[in-house]
């Protein structure tokens, strides 16, 4: 991997850049490529570590934090506005020592400082610069702010706390008891069927208010994709057939698909819609939305065959692996919003520059197709390319057949795709983070279970190699980051549930138990190492974490699955695949700890509630013994099955697997908390025993 790469694999040499450019700080050492962004600053930026918090220390200086991301437009903008300007640069020298933090390597950090901006605003975002004591409490904290605002923030700082450092220090002190005290209050373990089963039941009722039932997503705008609450609603649809909850997730997926936030010529998704009908997006890429939508889209399709979902999925992975997998198999953290200093212009189109390109009855049908006008349809005249409606009626009020209709678009997105290839493109953050690349691999699962495709199983498995060979440590331990052919920060409990997770995804699709005892080790690691007897969930950080002022819980599910959520329910499976009841309590125990809080905020808790509509039924335990196991696996999950652990191969090598194999046959058993009913030979009985 290189040290800062474009789409179009543009590099940098580090040497040059340190003789070009008039100033250089201590972030030219990084491997980031947000941290290298900042590295020619006047600013005297250093990376979060030992010598910051000493220098500030020594000096009694306070600290300034600053957090982003390689794909923030925001975080751009205040680097050139600020960062950038020698009089800001020049006061926050003076009075301040600067750290700079990419959010996506160090999450722990940001869940720090982020909560204390939460805590004073009620809010937060990115960029986001917090304040603190040398020691690293913070007192007060904000977002983006323009340069004279910024400035001027900095000189009232400087001026309380010249003026009235114990008031600086009391507010630094109650700050950080608020962050240190956010953890829940340990609850007694309640796994009574009737209790599970009730809120579940619930669910739907409790979200319903919440959903666009026209243009799907919650709420008003911004929107989210939010993959993994519409990949409840599908699990609910499947466990109670409410069919309102699957129109749900096909009402949202469809209007995602047609719309700006899906890049309707390369495929894949930028992060969110900043409109209602998710036509204007916020148009960064971000790995850890792919993998999920890749995901939510191959499990959905499994249950409408909409050709339009295997059409996403297809280009989407099409997408991943020309501008976001690297040689070694691993993926990239993300692509920016900004291309020649300017959001979207990569992306967007004026019906001048379609005119050039496209000719005749192509141009009049493509741009109405993507409704691409004169004026342009946002700003400056330029267009972003999105559909509103079915191909079958944009065919019939344009005379044409769906075959001509789709032989037309096929021509021209060909065209306009190449033409886009030759535009200076966005840069690429190519670090790979272990926990976004387990979701890739399990996006690419799905998609090979949806579709049948190989390549996306050989896609998977390679970097599930990378991850073991290039990111593993002798005792278990995971790194998080790989940039520049190493590795150089711990992993996060999201780094060993997620790929925890994916080895589990593994296991089920290729009936290699050397993944399952892979899932177990690095689930032994956690229990070692992150988990807190005294709340019954675990710790985002080791306990070999230093200079943190706090370790916090991450519970609550959002863009991503929270880190105890996705181990509740790793440790859920291999409890009942290795028959370890001692994992399945502890999964129940940290069910438990949220169970009041899901009905009121089902969106925040979707992927608790995933386990816990497992868990109020029971899963299917499948066992397949024989020659022909993986195969039959293979047609078993092409379909939608959420509640189906599968196992098997031709070794009874897991305690359900013991005494199933008869020789010269390959047999499925479907059992229910090991009371298995009677064996098949054929996929289709097998599915009615699990009445699908």
């Known amino acids: 991997m290189s040290t800062t790469v474009s789409?179009?694999?543009?590099?940098?040499?580090?040497?040059?850049?340190?003789?070009?450019?008039?100033?250089?700080?201590?972030?030219?050492?990084?491997?980031?490529?947000?941290?290298?962004?900042?590295?020619?600053?006047?600013?005297?930026?250093?990376?979060?570590g030992r010598e910051a918090l000493d220098k500030a220390k020594k000096e009694n200086k306070l600290l300034i934090i600053s957090i982003g991301y390689s794909a923030c437009h925001w975080c751009h903008v205040m680097e050139k506005q600020s960062y950038s300007d020698t009089t800001v640069a020049n006061y926050m020298n003076a009075h301040f020592v600067a750290i700079k933090v990419d959010r996506e390597e160090r999450p722990d950090i940001d869940q720090i400082y982020m909560n204390a901006c939460q805590?004073?605003?009620?809010?937060?975002?990115?960029?986001?610069?917090?304040?603190?004591?040398?020691?690293?409490?913070?007192?007060?904290?904000?977002?983006?702010?323009?340069?004279?605002?910024w400035l001027d923030l900095l000189h009232q700082i400087v001026k309380v706390y010249t003026g009235e450092p114990e008031k600086v220090k009391e507010q630094a002190e109650a700050l950080t008891k608020g962050i240190q005290g956010q953890s829940l209050v340990k609850q007694p373990v309640d796994a009574a069927t009737g209790k599970l089963q009730k809120v579940y039941t619930g669910l739907f009722d409790s979200v319903r208010s919440s959903i666009d039932f026209t243009h799907g997503g919650?709420?008003?705008?911004?929107?989210?994709?939010?993959?993994?609450?519409?990949?409840?609603?599908?699990?609910?649809?499947?466990?109670?057939?409410?069919?309102?909850?699957?129109?749900?997730?096909?009402?949202t997926l469809n209007n995602m698909a047609w719309g700006g936030i899906y890049d309707q010529l390369g495929g894949g998704f930028a992060r969110y819609s900043t409109d209602q009908t998710w036509h204007v997006p916020h148009f960064e890429k971000m790995l850890y939305d792919n993998a999920q939508l890749v995901s939510l889209y191959s499990q959905t399709y499994k249950v409408t065959h909409n050709p339009l979902y295997a059409a996403v999925i297809r280009q989407t992975l099409a997408f991943i692996q020309r501008e976001m997998t690297s040689p070694q198999g691993a993926f990239y953290s993300s692509i920016n919003a900004d291309s020649e200093g300017e959001e979207g212009k990569f992306y967007v189109w004026t019906k001048h520059e379609t005119d050039s390109l496209l000719k005749g009855e192509a141009a009049d049908i493509a741009e109405a197709y993507y409704h691409i006008t004169a004026n342009g349809n946002w700003e400056k005249g330029n267009n972003i390319l999105y559909r509103s409606e079915e191909d079958a009626a944009f065919a019939k009020a344009h005379h044409l057949s769906e075959k001509d209709l789709h032989e037309i678009l096929q021509k021209a997105d060909k065209i306009l795709l190449d033409a886009r290839s030759h535009r200076v493109c966005p840069s690429v953050d190519?670090?790979?983070?272990?926990?976004?690349n387990a979701l890739m691999i399990s996006g690419y699962l799905d998609a090979y279970h949806a579709l049948g495709d190989k390549d996306y199983l050989n896609a998977a498995l390679k970097c599930a190699g990378f991850i073991e060979k290039d990111m593993m440590q002798k005792d278990g331990g995971l790194w998080r980051n790989y940039l520049n052919h190493k590795p150089d920060i711990t992993g996060m409990l999201?780094?060993?549930?997620?790929?925890?997770?994916a080895c589990i995804h593994l296991y089920q699709t290729t009936f290699d138990i050397h993944w399952l005892n892979l899932a177990k080790v690095l689930s032994a690691y956690t229990l070692k190492h992150f988990y807190d007897p005294q709340s019954g969930l675990f710790y985002y950080?080791?306990?070999?974490?230093?200079?943190?002022?706090?370790?916090?819980?991450?519970?609550?599910d959002n863009v991503l699955p929270s880190s105890n959520s996705v181990m509740a329910n790793v440790l859920y499976r291999l409890g009942i695949y290795f028959d370890d009841t001692s994992y399945i309590d502890i999964s129940q125990e940290m069910l438990s700890q949220v169970m009041k809080a899901i009905p009121s905020g089902v969106p925040y808790f979707s992927n608790w509630a995933k386990l816990l509509g497992i868990m109020q039924k029971g899963p299917y335990e499948v066992a397949i013994m024989g020659r022909h196991a993986?195969?039959?696996?293979?047609?078993?999950?092409?379909?939608?099955?959420?509640?189906?652990?599968?196992?098997?191969?031709?070794?009874?090598?897991?305690?359900?697997?013991?005494?199933?194999?008869?020789?010269?046959?390959?047999?499925?058993?479907?059992?229910?908390?090991?009371?298995?009913?009677?064996?098949v030979t054929e996929v289709k009985d097998a599915l009615i025993q699990m009445k699908r």
């Open 630 to 679: 993986v195969e039959k696996d293979h047609a078993i999950q092409q379909y939608y099955l959420p509640d189906a652990l599968l196992m098997g191969g031709d070794t009874e090598n897991l305690p359900l697997l013991r005494d199933k194999s008869v020789k010269g046959q390959t047999i499925i058993y479907v059992c229910e908390n090991k009371v298995c009913k009677l064996p």
């Open 119 to 149: 805590l004073i605003s009620g809010s937060g975002g990115w960029p986001l610069n917090a304040f603190a004591l040398p020691d690293g409490k913070p007192f007060y904290a904000v977002t983006y702010l323009p340069k004279e605002q």
């Open 541 to 556: 950080t080791s306990d070999n974490a230093s200079h943190l002022i706090a370790r916090n819980q991450e519970i609550e």
């Open 494 to 501: 999201d780094d060993y549930a997620f790929f925890a997770h």
């Open 430 to 436: 190519d670090k790979a983070l272990t926990s976004w």
């Open 218 to 251: 919650f709420g008003r705008a911004p929107k989210f994709p939010m993959p993994d609450a519409w990949e409840l609603l599908l699990q609910y649809y499947h466990l109670k057939g409410n069919e309102e909850a699957l129109n749900a997730v096909t009402t």
């Open 7 to 48: 789409s179009c694999g543009q590099e940098k040499d580090k040497q040059d850049s340190i003789n070009k450019y008039p100033y250089t700080n201590e972030l030219i050492h990084s491997s980031s490529p947000y941290l290298l962004e900042h590295a020619h600053n006047p600013v005297n930026w250093y990376p979060w």
